[in-house]
């Protein structure tokens, strides 16, 4: 199973498994990786599931589409930047095995 390394506000750093096909939302959800509210349980409703891809990640996980609904929802979050995806929508494949993500310092 890939595993997905999610590095809090303050550098904690939580490494988990996930199995292909889940979103990495549900990565942080299913191990209880502190930072991800994830209110809307993966809906692209809420944008408290907001992190920052690691850079070198960014060509394999790609950018919210403009006018997209991802992008819309980003526009709620506290403090975007250009690496900022909602993690509901990304879904795990093998080529995410090692992904790194940074959660901002909060949600709302």
Not at 6 to 18: A, D, K, L
Not at 54 to 59: M, V
Not at 61 to 81: D, I, K
Request: glycine share 8%.
């Amino acid at each position: 199973m890939p595993k997905i390394t999610f590095i809090e506000h303050n550098g904690t750093p939580h490494t988990v498994e996930i199995a292909l096909g889940k979103s990495v939302m549900q990565a942080a959800v299913d191990n209880n990786v502190p930072g991800i509210d994830a209110d809307c349980g993966g809906e692209c409703a809420c944008a408290t599931c907001h992190v920052y891809v690691d850079a070198a990640w960014l060509p394999k996980t790609g950018l919210p589409v403009e006018g997209s609904q991802e992008a819309s929802m980003l526009s709620f979050a506290a403090v975007t930047q250009d690496d900022s995806r909602l993690s509901c929508q990304i879904t795990v494949t093998q080529a995410l095995d090692g992904l790194v993500v940074r959660m901002p310092e909060g949600q709302h």
